[in-house]
């Protein structure tokens, strides 16, 4: 009885583990999407803007103290959307996409500025959510690259196989490409399956 | 090797016997050897050459930059660079042409020295 009484009194007082998360991978793999998920879910609130345009997100976002409760353990999470990591950015993808030249270059600059930014990040992260977008080849040198850098710091990793609302989508591909690290198959714009990927949040971040 | 006469220059290939009885152009026979020229075969292998040689050198891992600036809006990311160094080198389109910012490499050492003391 004492005991009972003394652990609750421990739990009451105790503070609610923090981790600092960040949200990687290439463009348009549904980053800010699932970043706007997550916030949703458990804050009501957004992240940020989206967009079918590569390099939508370029600079890093940053949301504190999001509280997440799955498998009966609460994490409370700074979640950071990170710009896209590509190893080429060249205005002309963007100007297809419409955009006039002298914009397209700045977008182009300030995306290459944003990926040197989301690395600067890492140092300060205790874990990573990494995204991939399901209906591409998952073995892409910015993917690989990644990984074998977490892995060197020991960051804790979670892959996000996004996109699976889409036919061509598949997981399994990303799980057998990375079988070291949990993929959890998610449609981040549908919401299907983030359960399963709070879940593991909690597991691997808690 | 050709043989060069040197009072008229004219060359001569390699055993060639008409040199025997003196330069048949001059009548001189003092002979030097000179290193094969192969104009013909070097424009070949130029031409063959050039565009490979136009081609740009891709930024790989072992690159020295980290970033490279191609032209105004296009630019390649060495992600394995960004990664695992803390400064930025950023090379040129040319190959060999580097920039280096040390401004932000000495307040990045400003700032861990400053970290270190208050340890």
Redesign the interface.
């Known amino acids: 009885m004492v005991i009972n009484l003394f652990s609750w009194v421990k739990r009451l007082f105790k503070k609610k583990k923090k981790a600092k998360i960040g949200i990687y991978g290439p463009p348009n793999a549904g980053k800010t999407t699932l970043a706007n998920r997550i916030v949703r879910d458990w804050s009501g609130d957004a992240m940020g803007p989206v967009s079918h345009i590569p390099h939508e997100t370029r600079r890093a976002r940053r949301r504190e103290d999001v509280i997440i409760e799955a498998n009966g353990t609460t994490v409370m999470l700074d979640i950071i959307d990170t710009p896209g ?8 993808g963007f100007m297809a996409c419409g955009m006039e ?1 002298e914009e ?3 977008r ?2 300030e995306a ?1 500025e944003g ?2 930014e989301a ?1 600067k990040w ?1 140092e300060d992260l205790d874990g990573v959510i990494l995204v991939m977008d399901a209906t591409e080849d998952p073995f892409t ?2 993917n690989v ?2 990984i074998g ?1 977490m892995e060197a710091r020991n960051l804790p990793l979670v892959i996000a196989a996004n996109k699976i609302d889409m036919q061509t989508a598949s997981p399994a591909r990303i799980r057998g490409a990375f079988p070291q690290h949990p993929t959890i198959p998610i449609s981040a714009l549908e919401g299907i399956n983030t359960d399963q990927l709070y879940k593991e949040i909690a597991k691997r971040f808690g | 090797m050709p043989h060069q006469c040197t009072k008229c220059h004219a060359i001569y290939q390699e055993g060639s016997t008409v040199i025997l009885n003196g330069c048949p152009k001059c009548g001189n026979n003092k002979f030097e050897y000179i290193k094969e020229r192969k104009d013909k075969v070097d424009i070949d292998n130029i031409i063959q050459e050039a565009p490979a040689t136009k081609k740009r050198r891709k930024i790989t891992p072992e690159s020295v930059e980290s970033v490279r600036i191609v032209s105004s809006g296009e630019y390649e990311l060495n992600l394995d660079s960004l990664l695992k160094r803390d400064d930025i080198v950023f090379g040129l389109k040319n190959e060999g042409e580097y920039i280096v910012p040390l401004t932000t490499i000495f307040d990045q050492h400003k700032k861990k020295k400053t970290i270190e003391k208050k340890k």
């Open positions: 990591l590509a190893t080429k950015i060249d205005f002309h030249e397209a270059k700045r182009a600059k290459t990926v040197i690395v890492l040198q910015v690259t990644v850098n």
